[in-house]
T-cell receptor, first 112, second 114 residues
Framework: DAKTTQPTSMDCAEGRAANLPCNHSTISGNEYVYWYRQIHSQGPQYIIHGLKNNETNEMASLIITEDRKSSTLILPHATLRDTAVYYCIVRVRDTNAGKSTFGDGTTLTVKP | GAGVSQSPRYKVTKRGQDVALRCDPISGHVSLYWYRQALGQGPEFLTYFNYEAQQDKSGLPNDRFSAERPEGSISTLTIQRTEQRDSAMYRC????????????FGPGTRLTVT
């Protein structure tokens, strides 16, 4: 799997957009970008994934650069409950895609 | 609907004892994954199953660790002759179809070896 690099921590003001970057410069053509988050001691929660087009769902938007070497997860109006560790993962989607490498993620702190 | 459940939620055991951790995936989910998570770190992959077949066990630290999923549903992760370094949160996840990475995680089992 391609290695990902994320900042260790970020702060965001409540109500503002939180933009979390991820570098994956060695990503290959058939690898998707996935984002998960982990709130306090809960299990990780799936947020969104994409291949090359930008994606949006009820939780967030995912912007992938044209060369696919980096991406940004956007939480449009961050709330205090969005304080969590956010993980960016790069993975192929095939029958052998079981092993996942989470890394240490970005700790996002949303401040009032 | 019901999510992934794990039991026990907390387990304290003495060094040298065997422990069995149980995972009950979301009904109908084909793939099941085990992770270990140390405090302040991301989940570390241990092993995964498609149905009852163990597809990859490359993340199991040593031969004291084993996992099974005999009927393609509930899975058990067994640690024999536990050591203090085995203390961690053990998490289970399941996904609807193999090859799809949207995994749903359980609450975890906090294992403490004294």
């Amino acid at each position: 799997d391609a290695k990902t690099t994320q900042p260790t921590s970020m702060d965001c003001a409540e109500g503002r957009a939180a933009n979390l970057p991820c570098n994956h410069s060695t990503i290959s053509g058939n690898e998707y970008v996935y984002w998960y988050r982990q709130i306090h001691s809960q299990g990780p929660q799936y947020i969104i994934h994409g291949l090359k087009n930008n994606e949006t769902n009820e939780m967030a938007s995912l912007i992938i650069t044209e060369d696919r070497k980096s991406s940004t997860l956007i939480l449009p109006h961050a709330t205090l409950r969005d304080t969590a560790v956010y993980y960016c993962i790069v993975r192929v989607r095939d029958t052998n895609a079981g092993k996942s490498t989470f890394g240490d993620g970005t700790t996002l702190t949303v401040k009032p | 609907g019901a999510g992934v459940s794990q039991s026990p939620r907390y387990k304290v055991t003495k060094r040298g004892q065997d422990v069995a951790l149980r995972c009950d995936p979301i009904s109908g989910h084909v793939s099941l994954y085990w992770y270990r998570q140390a405090l302040g770190q991301g989940p570390e992959f241990l092993t995964y199953f498609n149905y009852e077949a163990q597809q990859d066990k490359s993340g199991l630290p040593n031969d004291r660790f084993s996992a099974e999923r005999p009927e393609g549903s509930i899975s058990t992760l067994t640690i024999q002759r536990t050591e203090q370094r085995d203390s961690a949160m053990y998490r289970c996840a399941s996904s609807l179809v193999f090859g799809i990475h949207e995994q749903y995680f359980g609450p975890g089992t906090r294992l403490t070896v004294t």
